[in-house]
């Protein structure tokens, strides 16, 4: 199964409640990206995968009325959530179109940005290759990801162990699916040789920046059901209905062990930044 076929149709799903958990995650996050980023006034920049806006709202106070934010998403029903947030937003235009190879002309963006969403794409080394082609030269990429490799077993999202999702789901229907074991074990991409894959797309001067982001839940309620409200949700659907109640009574419990006397959790999320830029020639292979 590719990583398309485990994600589809997961964020048309939570589109309706996607950030909306109880839970601060995504906008400190995408508001941290912009920040590495740096983008000037007046830049023309393009949000893959922009979900329900986290990136794409902080990029269009960036860049000012002079520039305009692209924001694309393959779901439609984002999509939707965004244009409605960005009406009457003259420098956000938002289109439905796939992340892997957008429609824009070469050399149309200042930067590029994804948060937690190129590494979900079904074919990373040929979304890299025409972003590229895709920024002016010396414009940059700007992405995050979940940093998993100090971590072993399964992904520990706090005190959510995503392993007792996976031990509800039937064996056989884990083992017909290799992209969803590793979906669970955190390791869709492999950090460690993000380098070299940028450098093979024809990008140079990679940077990175390893960092945790302070996530605070509202309850521990909230944090069980934030995990069904972004990409895990495509773990969550492989458990079994009769099962997902019991599920989620332990994921609560083990939620509650860990909160504070104010009822909320908090826990930190280890991410990478990654920096990028297309070369200064007009070809990246020159």
């Not at 839970?23 to 995968?49: C, M, N, Q, T």
């Not at 056989?172 to 290799?178: Q, S, T």
């Not at 773990?235 to 599920?247: G, I, L």
Request: charged content about 20%.
């Amino acid at each position: 199964m590719t990583q398309q076929g485990v994600f589809d149709g997961v964020f048309d799903k939570v589109a309706g409640e996607y950030d909306t958990a109880g839970v601060v995650f995504f906008k400190p996050l995408a508001e941290r990206l912009v920040s590495h980023l740096g983008i000037s006034p007046g830049a023309r920049v393009l949000d893959v995968g922009c979900g329900r806006g986290a990136v794409t709202f902080p990029l269009a106070e960036a860049v000012g009325p002079a520039g305009e934010v692209y924001a694309i998403d393959l779901s439609r029903e984002m999509v939707e959530a965004v244009s409605a947030a960005a009406a009457g937003r003259d420098n956000i235009l938002v289109r439905q179109m796939d992340g892997v190879d957008p429609t824009f002309a070469p050399g149309d963006f200042d930067a590029i940005t994804g948060s937690m969403s190129i590494i979900l794409l079904r074919d990373l080394p040929t979304a890299l290759g025409n972003y590229v082609q895709l920024l002016r030269p010396g414009g940059t990429l700007a992405f995050t990801a979940p940093d998993t490799r100090n971590q072993e077993g399964a992904w520990q999202s706090g005190p959510v162990d995503i392993g007792k999702l996976a031990a509800a789901i039937p064996a056989e229907v884990m083992a017909a699916n290799p992209m969803l074991a590793r979906l669970v074990e955190g390791n869709l991409l492999d950090l460690s040789a993000m380098p070299e894959v940028l450098a093979g797309a024809g990008f140079v001067d990679v940077v990175e920046h390893r960092e945790e982001v302070a996530v605070v839940a509202e309850s521990p309620e909230s944090v069980v059901r934030w995990t069904q409200q972004h990409g895990m949700r495509a773990v969550w659907d492989f458990v079994p209905e009769e099962n997902r109640a019991a599920v989620e009574r332990e994921l609560v419990a083990d939620a509650t062990a860990a909160a504070d006397a104010d009822g909320r959790v908090r826990f930190g999320f280890p991410v990478a930044y990654f920096l990028a830029h297309s070369p200064r020639s007009a070809c990246p292979f020159a």
